[in-house]
T-cell receptor, first 115, second 113 residues
Framework: NAGVTQTPKFQVLKTGQSMTLQCAQDMNHNSMYWYRQDPGMGLRLIYYSASEGTTDKGEVPNGYNVSRLNKREFSLRLESAAPSQTSVYFC??????????????FGEGSRLTVL | QQQVKQSPQSLIVQKGGISIINCAYENTAFDYFPWYQQFPGKGPALLIAIRPDVSEKKEGRFTISFNKSAKQFSLHIMDSQPGDSATYFCAAPEGTGANNLFFGTGTRLTVIP
């Protein structure tokens, strides 16, 4: 089982360029998330998808768009990258079972640098 | 919106010592409070979680203590080992029934041999 797979692992962009971060999970989870991690800021939720066909904004959605392509895949797009979007991006998934206690399964991250 | 405030930002502990990390939350609507552990270059992984109907949960050397009246919960790592060196995050759900999490700012733990 691969779990949550993110691509690419590293990317360097110039200001104004666009790109899409891809995420796929093989655990048949309904919910998927995109977080960004910055030093001293912890993990901040960008967007999430509670189930296939739905997406909702998190804490820091500005400058991003998402697509829940199907149950397995959830992509994050930067239409016009800015240096402030330099970060490590994590995709996660979860299944809210009866005794859910907040277990999200994270990918290994995508490190993005915007020059 | 749920907010969690985590302290300290960094912690250095001798091998065999006790590591204590604290979190305070604001919104009282919650179903659970998880703690995550993250090693360098990896994604966070769930370490231990507590539901509000209990005041303490222990799993091996890791214990969560929960103080509902003070709106605080803490992680205790007993007999800390160098392999415990990692960044730890507390988290809380957005609200009752929610499964998206708000994370604390993290505590970098270093256990010295």
């Amino acid at each position: 089982n691969a779990g949550v797979t993110q691509t690419p692992k590293f990317q360097v962009l110039k200001t104004g360029q666009s790109m899409t971060l891809q995420c796929a999970q093989d655990m048949n989870h309904n919910s998927m998330y995109w977080y960004r991690q910055d030093p001293g800021m912890g993990l901040r939720l960008i967007y999430y998808s509670a189930s296939e066909g739905t997406t909702d904004k998190g804490e820091v959605p500005n400058g991003y768009n998402v697509s829940r392509l199907n149950k397995r895949e959830f992509s994050l797009r930067l239409e016009s990258a800015a240096p402030s979007q330099t970060s490590v991006y994590f995709c996660a998934s979860s299944e809210k079972e009866r005794e859910f206690t907040g277990e999200l399964f994270f990918g290994e991250g995508s490190r993005l640098t915007v020059l | 919106q749920q907010q969690v405030k985590q302290s300290p930002q960094s912690l250095i502990v001798q091998k065999g010592g006790i590591s204590i990390i604290n979190c305070a939350y604001e919104n009282t609507a919650f179903d659970y409070f998880p703690w995550y552990q993250q090693f360098p270059g990896k994604g966070p992984a769930l370490l231990i979680a507590i539901r509000p109907d209990v005041s303490e949960k222990k799993e091996g050397r890791f214990t969560i203590s929960f103080n509902k009246s003070a709106k605080q919960f803490s992680l205790h790592i007993m007999d800390s080992q160098p392999g415990d060196s990692a960044t730890y995050f507390c988290a809380a759900p957005e609200g009752t029934g929610a499964n998206n999490l708000f994370f604390g700012t993290g505590t970098r733990l270093t256990v010295i041999p």
